[in-house]
């Protein structure tokens, strides 16, 4: 009971404290091999081992006993996290299928690392965070016995015991079961790993899980089955292919026998690590005075041909290097260009390609060198350098020209700026083929949906911005469905019966349906319109942004959305405010509405740590007019991988919003660049989430204020000013 008592209230803040100030390790104990539930380990037993910083990586485990598919994600040094959904054979849960579908959540923290003669030891909470089908606990110590060996040992609680507990099938999950963790009877596991060579590794465990069934009727708890291996010895072979694959072949007990399949990425092993792009043009030194006078007089400043010219050499030269030079002001000493960034993914190397392109162009008594970065043609941000800084520190680490530079909030507007021709309007199109994945779906599992959509844009004047997208549907197996029927997991209205009854739009709890009839508006074999809508965006004062969007905000609602923004460029701290007024749209995501609108919106806080961290927290009101706050945590890597969490707790209780208990999900956002080598700004970006549910739910509009301006600001422009001279 002390035990229990003691990790329950000490061991979050040990994962946030303990994770924030671990220090690099010089021979970190990686996990060579991974568990049936995603994580390093034995096959069903954990070790102490954790994955290398940033790794992401995904499980597909199946066996006689059920089958799991886990996203792991190594939060920091000492945290591992899994999502895991899990299809366990022989539960009968008001169905009459056979299995269930669960959703778990589990957190390892590696409590100490391997020294000398002291092992690597971990506690981990197993399924804390559901109706507990693998609910469990444990501590384990792992110790390398030679390069090739490693052995674990540890105490379980729960299903790592033998002694699953009671399921509750009337529970909707979704919050810690405290009460139960480090409680019962427990039993100890333990497995040795031993690596062949580089590709092959053989794994033995001593595991006490009895893999017991579990019947419900929804109408009492679950009761146990008596389904047991027939040994506590399983044995697992897994092989390595290449960097980011393994494979993996195991048995429980002797008798049942199982596969697997692991892929794991790291963001900080691209495929390409420097990237494909062409050099950048060299700095070009600036001739002595007495070689060219005339320049460094600063006389050609009073001719009225030398700006366009100068403007137009410059716009072209940054065109092929993916940058549109928007305006441009230009005096005997001083040059100020406005830019927008179209290629790289950190804008720091836009910044100083721009830098050296200008030391190319410009006269040379221009010294003072102004490059102001803009989002839809709004400025953002200024660098000042001094030239001859730029020609000195050409072949110096960035850190030396980061010193020498000054960043500074952008005015809305400056003394001579001249807009570049042709700039405005400007009109862009693409036809691109997309994908949509359903992923943790109870009933379905991984489902699928392939089409082409054509987007554009076009950008009648700074700021005003008008975007549309068509999308047409060519096949997959998502289909129009209605909402799930109360008390029948797995049944759902036919769309027939949901759009004939207009009593369904609401749940019986009373909440309007604002996400859980989600499945309505996917399946169209015609054409739909995902977006169409009117953007503006201004800067009325250098630290204040807004935008307001109307028209066609995204797939389910249409309305208006206007956001305002503060955000100085030399604070980790914002905030913000947005206001929407919003209908729901028609399923066939055309013109025509349905009959529910609301008011919705939020206030919001913004903190950026170091490390790539961020912090954003948002209290209002929501889609289906409840109120409470939303916390997102999101970690950035100077290579613009982005992987977050956020949970959403409003004045819903757990039985008015459903199962889940709350709304929560995972974030996760790819640049392409990344993968292809080439520089590009496009992005792959998904949210994994395992239930849609009314409460909670936010509006999905594009273009909101603080991702498109913080690119450009302190903490995320210097994280990646190591490209400043790439």
Same mark, same amino acid.
């Given at each position: 009971?002390?035990?229990?008592?003691?990790?329950?209230?000490?061991? +979050?803040a040990?994962?946030?404290?303990?994770?924030?100030?671990?220090?690099?390790?010089?021979?970190?104990?990686?996990? =060579?091999?991974?568990?049936?539930?995603?994580? /390093?380990?034995?096959?069903?037993t +954990?070790?102490?081992?954790?994955?290398?910083d940033g790794?992401?990586? *995904?499980?597909?485990?199946?066996?006689?006993?059920?089958?799991?598919?886990?996203?792991?994600?190594q939060?920091? /040094?000492?945290?591992?996290?899994?999502?895991?959904?899990?299809?366990?054979?022989?539960?009968?849960?008001?169905?009459?299928?056979?299995?269930?579908?669960?959703?778990?959540?589990?957190?390892?923290? %590696?409590?100490?690392?391997?020294?000398?003669?002291?092992p690597? &030891?971990? #506690?981990?909470?197993?399924?804390?965070?559901?109706?507990?089908?693998?609910?469990?606990?444990?501590?384990?110590?792992?110790?390398?016995?030679? /390069?090739? #060996?490693?052995v674990?040992?540890?105490?379980?609680?729960?299903?790592?015991?033998g002694?699953?507990?009671?399921?509750?099938?009337?529970?909707?999950?979704?919050?810690?079961?405290?009460?139960?963790?480090?409680?019962?009877?427990?039993?100890?596991?333990?497995?040795?790993?031993?690596?062949?060579?580089?590709?092959?590794?053989? &794994?033995?465990?001593?595991?006490?899980?009895?893999?017991?069934?579990?019947?419900?009727?929804?109408?009492e708890?679950? %009761?146990?089955?008596?389904?047991?291996?027939?040994?506590?010895?399983?044995?697992?072979?897994?092989?390595?292919?290449?960097?980011?694959?393994?494979?993996?072949?195991?048995?429980?007990?002797?008798?049942?026998?199982? $596969?697997?399949?692991?892929?794991a990425?790291?963001?900080?092993?691209?495929?390409?690590?420097?990237?494909?792009?062409k050099? +950048?043009?060299?700095?070009?030194?600036?001739? @002595?005075?007495?070689?060219d006078?005339?320049?460094?007089?600063?006389?050609?400043?009073?001719?009225?041909?030398?700006?366009?010219?100068?403007?137009?050499?410059?716009?072209?030269?940054?065109?092929?290097?993916?940058?549109v030079?928007?305006?441009?002001?230009?005096?005997?000493?001083? *040059?100020?260009?406005?830019?927008?960034?179209?290629?790289?993914?950190?804008?720091?190397?836009?910044?100083?390609?721009? !830098?050296?392109?200008?030391?190319?162009?410009?006269?040379?008594s221009?010294?003072?060198?102004?490059?102001?970065?803009?989002?839809?043609?709004?400025?953002?941000?200024?660098?000042?350098?001094?030239?001859?800084?730029?020609?000195?520190?050409?072949n110096?680490?960035?850190?030396?020209?980061? $010193?020498?530079?000054?960043?500074?909030d952008?005015?809305?507007?400056?003394?001579?700026? #001249?807009?570049?021709?042709?700039?405005?309007?400007?009109?862009?199109w @693409?036809?691109?083929?997309?994908?949509?994945?359903?992923?943790?779906? !109870?009933?379905?599992?991984?489902?699928?949906?392939?089409?082409?959509?054509?987007?554009?844009?076009?950008?009648?004047?700074?700021?005003?911005?008008?975007?549309?997208?068509?999308?047409?549907?060519?096949?997959?197996?998502?289909?129009?469905?209605?909402?799930?029927?109360p008390?029948?997991?797995?049944e759902?209205?036919?769309?027939?019966?949901?759009?004939?009854?207009?009593?369904?739009?609401?749940?019986?709890?009373?909440? /309007?349906?604002?996400?859980?009839?989600?499945?309505?508006?996917?399946?169209?074999?015609d054409?739909?319109?995902?977006?169409?809508?009117?953007?503006?965006?201004a800067?009325?004062?250098?630290?204040?942004?807004?935008?307001?969007?109307?028209?066609?905000?995204?797939r $389910?609602?249409?309305?208006?959305?206007?956001?305002?923004?503060?955000?100085?460029?030399?604070?980790?701290l914002?905030?913000? @405010?947005?206001?929407?007024?919003?209908?729901?749209?028609?399923?066939?995501?055309?013109?025509?509405?349905?009959?529910?609108?609301?008011?919705?919106?939020?206030?919001?806080?913004?903190?950026?740590?170091?490390?790539?961290?961020?912090?954003?927290?948002?209290?209002?009101?929501?889609?289906?007019?409840?109120?409470?706050?939303?916390?997102?945590l999101?970690?950035?890597f100077?290579?613009?991988?982005?992987?977050?969490?956020?949970?959403?707790k409003?004045?819903?209780?757990?039985?008015e919003?459903?199962?889940?208990?709350f709304?929560?999900?995972?974030?996760?956002?790819?640049?392409?660049?990344? @993968?292809?080598?080439? +520089?590009?700004?496009?992005?792959v970006?998904?949210?994994?989430?395992?239930?849609?549910?009314?409460?909670?739910?936010?509006?999905?509009?594009?273009? =909101?204020?603080?991702?498109?301006?913080?690119?450009?600001?302190?903490?995320?422009?210097?994280?990646?000013?190591?490209?400043?001279?790439?």
């Open positions: 009971m002390l035990i229990r008592r003691l990790m329950a209230t000490t061991l +979050p040990a994962l946030l404290m303990g994770s924030v100030t671990s220090t690099a390790l010089a021979e970190p104990m990686y996990g =060579r091999n991974w568990s049936t539930y995603g994580l /390093p380990g034995g096959i069903d +954990p070790t102490a081992e954790t994955l290398p790794t992401l990586g *995904a499980t597909v485990s199946w066996s006689d006993y059920g089958r799991r598919s886990s996203v792991v994600f939060a920091f /040094p000492r945290l591992t996290t899994v999502l895991r959904y899990s299809r366990v054979d022989g539960i009968n849960d008001y169905r009459n299928d056979g299995y269930i579908s669960d959703r778990s959540f589990d957190l390892r923290f %590696q409590v100490l690392d391997e020294q000398g003669w002291r690597a &030891v971990a #506690v981990g909470l197993q399924d804390f965070m559901g109706t507990g089908v693998y609910s469990g606990e444990y501590i384990v110590a792992t110790k390398t016995v030679t /390069p090739s #060996v490693r674990s040992a540890g105490i379980g609680w729960g299903t790592l015991a002694k699953p507990r009671t399921i509750d099938a009337r529970d909707e999950g979704g919050t810690p079961n405290v009460d139960d963790w480090f409680r019962g009877d427990a039993k100890p596991f333990a497995s040795v790993s031993w690596q062949v060579n580089d590709k092959l590794s053989l &794994v033995a465990e001593y595991s006490n899980e009895t893999y017991q069934t579990f019947y419900s009727d929804r109408s708890p679950a %009761q146990q089955g008596d389904e047991e291996p027939g040994s506590n010895l399983n044995l697992a072979a897994y092989y390595q292919l290449g960097r980011n694959y393994q494979v993996g072949l195991y048995t429980i007990g002797g008798e049942t026998f199982g $596969a697997q399949f692991t892929v990425l790291n963001p900080r092993e691209a495929t390409y690590p420097s990237g494909l792009e050099a +950048p043009a060299p700095v070009r030194p600036r001739p @002595a005075p007495s070689a006078p005339e320049g460094w007089s600063g006389q050609w400043a009073q001719d009225p041909t030398a700006q366009p010219a100068i403007q137009t050499a410059l716009g072209d030269a940054m065109a092929k290097e993916g940058q030079l928007e305006s441009m002001a230009l005096t005997g000493n001083r *040059a100020e260009v406005r830019i927008r960034n179209q290629r790289y993914i950190n804008q720091s190397e836009a910044i100083g390609r721009t !830098a050296r392109l200008m030391t190319r162009a410009l006269p040379p221009v010294e003072t060198l102004v490059i102001t970065s803009t989002a839809d043609g709004v400025p953002t941000s200024s660098v000042t350098l001094r030239r001859s800084d730029v020609e000195r520190l050409e110096t680490e960035a850190g030396q020209i980061a $010193a020498a530079s000054v960043l500074s952008a005015p809305a507007s400056a003394p001579g700026l #001249v807009r570049s021709p042709e700039t405005y309007p400007r009109f862009q @693409a036809l691109k083929p997309y994908v949509d994945l359903g992923i943790f779906s !109870a009933e379905d599992g991984l489902t699928h949906e392939v089409g082409a959509e054509a987007r554009a844009s076009y950008e009648i004047a700074p700021g005003l911005i008008l975007t549309g997208a068509l999308r047409q549907r060519a096949f997959g197996d998502i289909s129009q469905r209605g909402p799930g029927i008390g029948q997991r797995g759902h209205y036919t769309a027939e019966e949901y759009l004939a009854d207009p009593s369904l739009e609401t749940t019986p709890e009373g909440l /309007p349906r604002v996400r859980s009839d989600t499945r309505m508006y996917t399946g169209n074999s054409p739909v319109i995902p977006e169409l809508t009117l953007a503006w965006y800067k009325p004062t250098p630290t204040v942004y807004t935008r307001v969007t109307t028209g066609l905000l995204e $389910a609602y249409g309305g208006v959305s206007g956001e305002v923004l503060w955000k100085p460029v030399n604070s980790p914002a905030f913000g @405010a947005e206001i929407n007024r919003v209908k729901k749209r028609d399923f066939d995501q055309l013109f025509d509405f349905r009959d529910y609108e609301v008011t919705m919106g939020h206030v919001s806080a913004y903190y950026e740590f170091a490390d790539g961290f961020t912090a954003q927290l948002d209290v209002g009101k929501y889609l289906a007019g409840d109120k409470g706050a939303t916390l997102t999101t970690r950035e100077a290579n613009g991988w982005r992987i977050g969490a956020y949970a959403t409003t004045d819903l209780s757990a039985e919003f459903g199962e889940g208990s709304d929560k999900g995972v974030t996760l956002s790819i640049p392409l660049g990344w @993968a292809t080598g080439q +520089p590009s700004r496009e992005r970006t998904t949210t994994l989430r395992s239930l849609s549910r009314d409460g909670g739910a936010q509006l999905n509009v594009n273009g =909101r204020l603080y991702d498109r301006v913080r690119d450009s600001h302190s903490v995320k422009l210097y994280e990646g000013w190591g490209r400043f001279w790439r």
